[in-house]
């Protein structure tokens, strides 16, 4: 079964597609059949990472039942190994995927047959970016060292907690779930995950085993991108662990990465970055990472949606 | 995989508030404090928008409680007896020693091969060559041979490994030296470093006299000075 990679995090320009394009490249030299999906719907720029400037299929010939398979919609790139589904060239209202067509995007990606399959969020906690990061138990997180950046990851954090514990119920159940938590803890609590979990344990105990269980299977990682020599190096580990005490999510620090300008130089002759400037701290970071990556492979895939 | 929020901050032990063991030196708490003020302090990029200022605030003040606890040693083992009691922490008979900070060096330690005995040694040896009749008497003629040599340092009680040890000389060449081995010695300029290293270990002075003193009554010397 494939290993799946969601790549997200809160912020916009945190390098989450670039990400995506250099772990892709490393995985599929390391001779990994390797597949990147851009589901950074409605502002997909993936392809032109990988050198696939004008991909003829692309995601929206799938929703739009012009093909009946997703694998039908890969694209090869020129790098060996390495695939694409493109999410260019889709129409305007691809971003505002019904439900339906994100529950058949789901289980057509777990069907795909390939050893690496990296999923290009985009940025924000839109639904369908959340459900996409809960396909998999091991997600990373992109993150830059500016309070921006990591005011969204903690963003993002909560709304994937909010996320599942609501999966866990009905629709109807959930609103009046989150009355209740309102009464119990006064006005705004329901923002607040944990104030929901501590009343989850008191009032539904089988379904906080559950959650409980769940959460715990997850192995989510931090990446930090783009940091500049002068940033704390300490600041990664110091995120997973408030992370951990103050959000109960379990986050591996997975690596820094460094910044460099020739990285925006790279993406604007439309070459990669790891072949034109491979001796660059930057290349040396990812190239770690992808390591880290190869080895930590998990149990994953569980997709409450049959 | 330690639960999924077992508790909430406030719930904490200030142990666990600091990330630290039962048994911490008091050098880990106040390090632990100081790591915990980067990440909880106001300014801090890393728990940034994660809490409103007054939760901010209890946060701080939890730290500052914890941190007074546990950095006083009467108030920590008050704190530590109340946790033993809930059975929080092990009892003291369970506890593992508590570690401390270890010396590097420890000037207090008598035996080894510290500097400062070493030193005492040589002023010992000087003493007893200047004190030594014998050695005078050897030190004050015109000639000095190897068996001289060998005399002063068994007045001394010096055993010739001792010496091989500390100036590096092969065995083989300083005995040679004492027995008067003359077929036996190494050339004349390594011979005269030789027996300044051996007369300066056995602090016989002055090394560089009795020394050319020694060469002069070697056979030959004529000839090689001429």
């Known amino acids: 079964m494939a290993q799946i990679w969601p790549i997200g995090g809160g912020k916009g320009g945190s390098g989450k597609s670039f990400l995506a394009s250099c772990l892709g490249r490393l995985l599929a030299g390391l001779g990994k059949k390797t597949l990147l999906v851009d589901l950074d719907l409605g502002s997909a720029n993936l392809h032109t990472l990988v ?3 004008y991909p003829e299929k692309s995601f929206s010939d799938f929703i739009r039942k012009k ?44 069907k795909l047959d390939y050893d690496w399959i990296m999923l290009d969020l985009g ?13 998999s138990q091991s997600s990373i997180f992109v993150t830059t060292p500016e309070p921006t950046s990591i005011e969204n990851i903690y963003r993002l954090v909560r709304a994937i907690y909010f996320r599942r514990i609501r999966q866990y119920f009905t629709v109807t159940e959930f609103g009046r779930l989150q009355d209740e938590v309102a009464q119990c803890f006064g006005e705004g609590a329901f923002n607040k995950p944990d104030l929901i979990m501590e009343f989850i344990r008191t009032n ?8 409980e269980e769940d959460f715990s299977s997850f192995r989510f990682k931090l990446v930090l991108n783009q940091l500049r020599k002068h940033n704390n190096i300490a600041l990664g580990p110091q995120v997973c662990n408030i992370i951990e005490k103050h959000l109960g999510f379990h986050v591996d620090f997975a690596g820094n990465v460094a910044f460099d300008d020739r990285v925006h130089d790279a993406i604007c002759q439309r070459v990669s970055f790891l072949e034109r400037y491979p001796y660059t701290r930057t290349a040396y970071d990812l190239r770690e990472l992808s390591k ?7 149990q994953q895939m569980v997709i409450p949606y049959s | 995989m330690h639960g999924f929020m077992k508790k909430d901050f406030s719930k904490l032990n200030y142990y666990e508030m600091l990330d630290i063991s039962p048994d911490a030196a008091f050098f880990e708490i106040r390090h632990a404090y100081n790591a915990a003020l980067q990440i909880y302090e106001a300014d801090s990029v890393v728990s940034f928008s994660l809490f409103s200022p007054e939760e901010r605030k209890k946060i701080l003040s939890l730290l500052e409680e914890a941190y007074l606890t546990l950095i006083n040693a009467q108030e920590r083992k008050k704190y530590d007896e109340e946790l033993m009691q809930e059975g929080v922490i092990a009892s003291e008979k369970d506890k593992k020693i508590t570690r401390r900070p270890v010396c590097i060096y420890d ?31 050897i030190l004050s003629g015109p000639h000095i041979s190897g068996a001289d040599f060998k005399e002063i340092r068994n007045e001394l009680g010096v055993p010739l490994e001792k010496i091989a040890q500390e100036t590096r000389v092969r065995l083989d060449y300083l005995s040679c030296i004492e027995e008067d081995k003359i077929d036996r010695l190494p050339v004349a300029a390594f011979l005269k470093g030789f027996v300044k290293s051996y007369l300066k270990c056995l602090c016989v002075e002055p090394a560089d006299e009795i020394c050319a003193r020694y060469m002069r009554g070697l056979p030959g010397a004529e000839k090689q000075a001429g």
């Open chain 1, 51 to 53: 050198d696939v400037p």
């Open chain 1, 67 to 110: 093909v009946p398979l997703l694998a039908d919609v890969v694209l090869e790139t020129p790098v060996p190994n390495l695939y694409i589904i493109s999410g260019a060239h889709d129409n305007l209202d691809v971003a505002n995927l019904p439900y339906e067509q994100k529950i058949k995007t789901l289980k057509a990606i777990a």
């Open chain 1, 123 to 135: 940025a924000g906690t839109s639904f369908n970016t959340l459900d996409f990061f809960l396909v």
């Open chain 1, 204 to 211: 539904h105990p089988e379904k906080c085993s559950l959650l």
């Open chain 1, 292 to 298: 880290s990556l190869a080895q930590s492979a998990g």
């Open chain 2, 107 to 137: 000037i207090k330690r008598q035996t080894g091969t510290s500097m400062l005995p070493k030193k005492n040694e040589k002023v010992i040896l000087r003493e007893s060559v200047v004190q030594n009749k014998k050695i005078n008497e």
